[in-house]
């Protein structure tokens, strides 16, 4: 364990520029799993009410009408 804590310290914490950079990648990690994980409850929470789950309804009757 102390092993691991010393890597993390010499390659991550050690220098404010690594530091800053493993920030950054970490909220923009951070960031891209929240929006999948948040967008795929949204999309299970309103099945059947979204547009790109109705849209095959309505897609015939407009290509008819043209």
């Known amino acids: 364990m102390a092993g691991l804590v010393n890597k993390v310290y010499q390659n991550i914490f050690r220098r404010t520029s690594s530091f800053v950079l493993a920030a950054v990648a970490g909220a923009f990690m951070f960031e891209r799993g ?28 407009l290509e008819e009408e043209e």
């Open 34 to 61: 929240f929006d999948m994980v948040s967008d795929g409850i949204f999309d299970n929470m309103n099945q059947g009410k979204l547009w790109k789950h109705i849209k095959q309804r309505y897609g015939q009757s």
